[in-house]
T-cell receptor, first 114, second 116 residues
């Protein structure tokens, strides 16, 4: 699996957009980019994923560069409840076994401040 | 509501004792996973199971054991051989699918294990 690089921490003002970057320069053609987040002392929560097109859902938007070597997760109007560690993961969509596993790095700790 | 239930939320282990962490899901998922998380670190895979009566070692299986007798349940035993068991343990499940599908894992709330 491709490795990802994320900044260890970021701050964002409440109500502003939070833009979380992720580098995945060794991503291969069949690997998806997934984003999860983990609020303190809870289990990780799925946010969004994409292959090459930009994606949007009720939680966030995912912007993937044309060369797919980096992506940005956008929380359009951050709230205090968005304070969490955000994980960027690349994984192929392979079936079963170890291909179903996700590899979580240290992520980015996002602090939303009033 | 559908989801994954882990119990207990907090667990204490004495030296030389085996303890078992429970994980139950009612999502009808085929695959289940156990992860360990140390403070300030990411998640590391302990064991996973794709189907009933089958499971595979993850990256850090030593000192742990699992069983998968029912689709809904995937208990993890932390044995006395695990010398540093203090951590946050997370259970997850999904149904890994073939192409064009989502490989989304759903997580429980976790069990925090400490050594007395």
């Amino acid at each position: 699996d491709a490795k990802t690089t994320q900044p260890p921490s970021m701050d964002c003002a409440e109500g502003r957009a939070a833009n979380l970057p992720c580098n995945h320069s060794t991503i291969s053609g069949n690997e998806y980019v997934y984003w999860y987040r983990q609020i303190h002392s809870q289990g990780p929560q799925y946010i969004i994923h994409g292959l090459k097109n930009n994606e949007t859902n009720e939680m966030a938007s995912l912007i993937i560069t044309e060369d797919r070597k980096s992506s940005t997760l956008i929380l359009p109007h951050a709230t205090l409840r968005d304070t969490a560690v955000y994980y960027c993961i690349v994984r192929d969509e392979g079936y079963g076994g170890s291909q179903g596993n996700l590899i979580f790095g240290k992520g980015t700790k996002l602090s939303v401040k009033p | 509501d559908g989801g994954i239930t882990q119990s207990p939320k907090y667990l204490f282990r004495k030296e030389g004792q085996n303890v078992t962490l429970s994980c139950e899901q009612n999502l009808n998922h085929d695959a289940m996973y156990w992860y360990r998380q140390d403070p300030g670190q990411g998640l590391r895979l302990i064991y996973y199971s794709q189907i009933v009566n089958d499971f595979q070692k993850g990256d850090i299986a030593e000192g742990y054991s699992v069983s998968r007798e029912k689709k809904e349940s995937f208990p993890l035993t932390v044995t006395s051989a695990q010398k540093n068991p203090t951590a946050f343990y997370l259970c997850a499940s999904n149904t890994p699918q073939k192409s064009l599908a989502k490989n989304i894992q759903y997580f429980g709330a976790g069990t925090r294990l400490s050594v007395l």
